[in-house]
C-alpha cells in the first residue's frame, strides 16, 4: 500500500478504545482526512504530541479499508501558547471546527492548509486582533470553498459600485440603492469598505486594519449569515465563545 509523506494540522480528536485515538486533520496534499492512530494515547508513544489538538507535524501515514493510518511523525509546532491563553484557545478551536465542517474529506485544497497553519502563526505571536484575524479566516476560506462575494459591483445590475448602504444576503454582495429590496441588509460604508479590504488582502497584511466597533459588528453578523447558508451550520465554539465572554 502506498506510503504519504506530507505535513498536516490536527481539527479535532475522538478517543478510541483504551489507547487509541480517531484523528481528523488537515494535510497539504490530501486535504482533510480522518487517521486511526493505535496506541496514540499512551504518553510515551512516539505518536502522542503529534496527535494532540492543534498539533502541527509532519507526517508519514498509508490508507487503510476506512481510515488513514499514522506510521511515524516529527513534531513541528505544538502552538502551546495558543493552548495557554484562554480566547486563543476558543480562536483556535473556532479556525479548526469551521475547517471542519467547510472542508470535503479527502479535497485536496494547498490554499486552505496555508490559511490554516497562517492563521494559527498569527494567532501564536498576538500580531493582529484576534476578532479581525477571525473575520478575516472566515472570509479566506468561504472563498477557497467556493462562496466568493462579489463587492466591486452589484450583484442585481452589475452595475460598479462607488459607495455602498446595502449587502445583498441572497446573492453575497455589494447592492446598489435602486437595487436594494427585502433580501438586502443595511451596512455603513466604513463596514463595507473594510470587508473589500479582508476580502482582496493576504494575511500578512490584515493587521493594518483598524475596525470601530460598529464595524465589527456588522462584519461579524453578515459572515456568520453566509457561514449558515453556505454549509448548512455554524460551529458550536462561537456560542462557547460567548457564553465564556459573559461570565
Known amino acids: 500500500m502506498p506510503v504519504v509523506k506530507t505535513r498536516a494540522i490536527v ?17 497539504e496534499d490530501l486535504g482533510k482526512i480522518t487517521l486511526y492512530v493505535k496506541g496514540a494515547k499512551k504518553s510515551k508513544s512516539k505518536l502522542f504530541t503529534i496527535t494532540n489538538s492543534f498539533s502541527y507535524s509532519e507526517i508519514v501515514i498509508y490508507k487503510g479499508k476506512s481510515f488513514y493510518h499514522l506510521n511515524e511523525g516529527a513534531l513541528i509546532d505544538s502552538f ?4 495557554d491563553d484562554l480566547d486563543s484557545l476558543l480562536t483556535a478551536s473556532y479556525f479548526c471546527e469551521l475547517t471542519d465542517i467547510a472542508a470535503v474529506e479527502e479535497e485536496k485544497n494547498e490554499n486552505i492548509f496555508k490559511l490554516i497553519v497562517a492563521s494559527f502563526y498569527l494567532l501564536k505571536t498576538g500580531s493582529i486582533d484576534q476578532n479581525l484575524l477571525t473575520r478575516a ?6 472563498n477557497l470553498t467556493g462562496y466568493n462575494l462579489s463587492l466591486d459591483r452589484c450583484t442585481i445590475c452589475n452595475e460598479k459600485l462607488a459607495s455602498v448602504n446595502y449587502f445583498d444576503v441572497e446573492n453575497f454582495g455589494g447592492i446598489c440603492n435602486n437595487c436594494a429590496g427585502k433580501n438586502s441588509i443595511k451596512i455603513s460604508p466604513s463596514a463595507y469598505n473594510s470587508l473589500k479590504f479582508i476580502n482582496n488582502s493576504s494575511m500578512d497584511k490584515i493587521g493594518r486594519l ?4 460598529e464595524s465589527r459588528e456588522e462584519i461579524k453578523k453578515i459572515n456568520t449569515y453566509i457561514i449558515m447558508e453556505s454549509y448548512g451550520k455554524v460551529p458550536n465554539s462561537l456560542g462557547m465563545f460567548k457564553k465564556l465572554k459573559e461570565e
Open 80 to 83: 502551546n501558547e495558543v493552548m
Open 137 to 142: 479566516f472566515e472570509l479566506k476560506l468561504l
Open 210 to 213: 483598524k475596525l470601530n466597533e
Open 11 to 27: 481539527l479535532k480528536t475522538q478517543d478510541i478504545k483504551e489507547n487509541d485515538k480517531l484523528v481528523w486533520a488537515y494535510t
